[in-house]
């Protein structure tokens, strides 16, 4: 049992930045992986970017460059920064958490309710 629970999205202005954060609770030793994911309008849900347990991260196109995920290990929580904002980056952000036995796309891996980003312009 691995809970998420995303927050600090927002309204930025173009070229601003975010820091959205995700806690992860429950069985966190279960947890391999936590990944970053959006889904704007009229496009299909992509991942940003990720960050397994030995710190490896993994990034978008759209993040590259301007994304960082990161994550506190004391305090069980992965944060994705998002700097020169486009608003393009607008959206829903989902964070979640899988086991290793998981892929993201599989039944039982962990979502949290999501987060907005608005950027205007």
């Known amino acids: 049992q691995i809970y998420v629970e995303e927050s600090g999205g927002g309204s930025v202005q173009a070229g601003g930045s975010l820091r959205l954060s995700c806690e992860v609770s429950?069985?966190?030793?279960?947890?391999?992986?936590t990944g970053w994911f959006r889904q704007v309008a009229g496009k299909v849900r992509e991942k940003v970017a990720d960050?397994?347990?030995?710190?490896?991260?993994w990034y978008g196109d759209s993040a590259k460059g301007r994304f960082t995920i990161s994550r506190d290990n004391a305090k069980n929580i992965v944060y994705l920064q998002m700097n020169r904002l486009n608003p393009a980056d607008t959206g829903m952000y989902y964070c979640a958490a899988r086991p290793y036995s998981l892929l993201f796309s599989e039944p039982g891996v962990s979502w949290g309710k999501g987060t907005r980003v608005t950027v205007f312009s």
């Open positions: 429950g069985d966190t030793g279960q947890v391999w992986e």
């Open positions: 960050i397994n347990e030995y710190g490896t991260t």
